[in-house]
């Protein structure tokens, strides 16, 4: 594995599905960190989240479906089914699929530029989501 891709500050240059492979390695730490961290979670509304933002798949759904953040912020879509794998496609103009991600792995896009980036599970095209991107 190339070694930038290891690094967390520079994740997000790496191929989509990178940070998933990485996080099989990581998952129980993650894990262990999002307990401790719920009170700090998004709000299913879709609250504005400074710094990292974390959406849940379960029940094939997305939580929170939409979700807004400040440009900059790193969103972790985190699988929490028991034997399920999900993907994130984004379909607006230079969308990209990422790897599917199995139970307990999660994958991050940190984003640059405002706008919205609605998207959909590649293998479960009924479930949608939404990440509005605030200057
Ligand atoms: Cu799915």
Not at 46 to 51: E, I, K, M, Y
Not at 69 to 78: H, L
Request: overall charge positive; hydrophobic content about 40%; aromatic content about 12%.
């Amino acid at each position: 594995m190339n070694s930038v891709c290891a690094d967390p500050l520079w994740r997000d240059r790496c191929p989509p599905g990178v940070a998933a492979r990485i996080s099989r390695r990581h998952a129980g730490v993650w894990i262990i960190g999002f307990l401790v961290a719920v009170p700090w979670a998004p709000d299913k509304a879709g609250a504005t989240v400074p710094g990292n933002a974390e959406v849940l798949i379960q029940d094939y759904k997305f939580t929170p479906a939409t979700l807004s953040v400040k440009v900059g912020t790193r969103v972790r879509w985190t699988n929490m089914e028991r034997r399920t794998t999900h993907s994130v496609l984004f379909t607006g103009p230079q969308g990209f699929e990422s790897e599917r991600f199995f139970p307990g792995e999660f994958w991050e896009r940190v984003f640059d530029k405002p706008g919205l980036y609605p998207y959909v599970c590649g293998p479960h095209p009924e479930m949608k989501g939404l990440v509005e991107v605030l200057p």
